[in-house]
């Protein structure tokens, strides 16, 4: 089914990708105003015949592109700081997910609740049905809480997977013998797609990841069907 979502990426659902989305327009702005300079230096350079024979040397003009790009770097260092630790912040979570990567799909677990565990496959092109995304949906898709911290375990039962939903900034390796863990939150209710980023073999580009934001209240009856 071709839809917009099919060709673009998503928007926003966390804060934390708002963040991440004002520092690239932040730092595209810089790159822009420093290409823009270099080109009119360029161009004036090549436009005019000055010849400066006895210039021997110019310690202002050094001074300048010396600390110029020194303060540049700053502006673009801070935020990035800022944002990388914010992104390795945990926050009291209120629900936990663990997610472990197989060849090829992925299996969760909810450890806040009993029995709560399932695996999600991609829905093949002889399956789908009117309204169903290619190569994206997926026969059971992951529930979670809107407005809620949630937690999210990230492993592998096999070769190195990475857990990844573009628009709620979380991206995570899934590494056999290792539990990474990352915290997000999901401002708004809608369902959101995303990919394996790691080549994990021949099937890698066939499992899906498929977040759908809920009500609390339609969380917790998801969960009591499961």
Not at 49 to 78: C, H, S, V
Not at 94 to 103: A, E, P, R, Y
């Amino acid at each position: 089914m071709a839809t917009w979502t099919n060709f673009s990426t998503q928007d926003s659902i966390s804060p934390m990708m708002e963040q991440l989305t004002f520092f690239h327009d932040h730092t595209m702005m810089i790159l822009v105003m420093i290409t823009l300079i270099v080109l009119y230096i360029i161009m004036s350079m090549m436009s005019n015949k000055y010849i400066n024979r006895l210039l021997l040397d110019g310690q202002m003009i050094e001074l300048i592109w010396t600390i110029a790009p020194a303060i540049t770097l700053i502006f673009i260092a801070l935020p990035s700081l800022q944002i990388l630790y914010l992104l390795d912040e945990i926050n009291s979570p209120l629900v936990s997910v663990k997610t472990i990567g197989h060849q090829w799909y992925w299996s969760y677990e909810l450890s806040d609740f009993k029995k709560t565990e399932f695996d999600s496959y991609m829905i093949s092109e002889n399956e789908q049905t009117l309204g169903s995304f290619r190569l994206l949906d997926v026969d059971n898709r992951l529930a979670l809480p809107v407005n809620t911290q949630i937690r999210m375990m990230v492993s592998s039962s096999d070769v190195i997977h990475s857990w990844t939903i573009p628009s709620s900034s979380m991206k995570m390796d899934a590494t056999p013998g290792r539990l990474n863990q990352m915290s997000f939150f999901m401002n708004r209710i809608g369902l959101f797609f995303g990919q394996c980023s790691e080549i994990c073999g021949t099937n890698h580009s066939f499992m899906p990841i498929v977040v759908e934001s809920i009500l609390p209240k339609y969380f917790i009856q998801w969960v009591k069907t499961l």
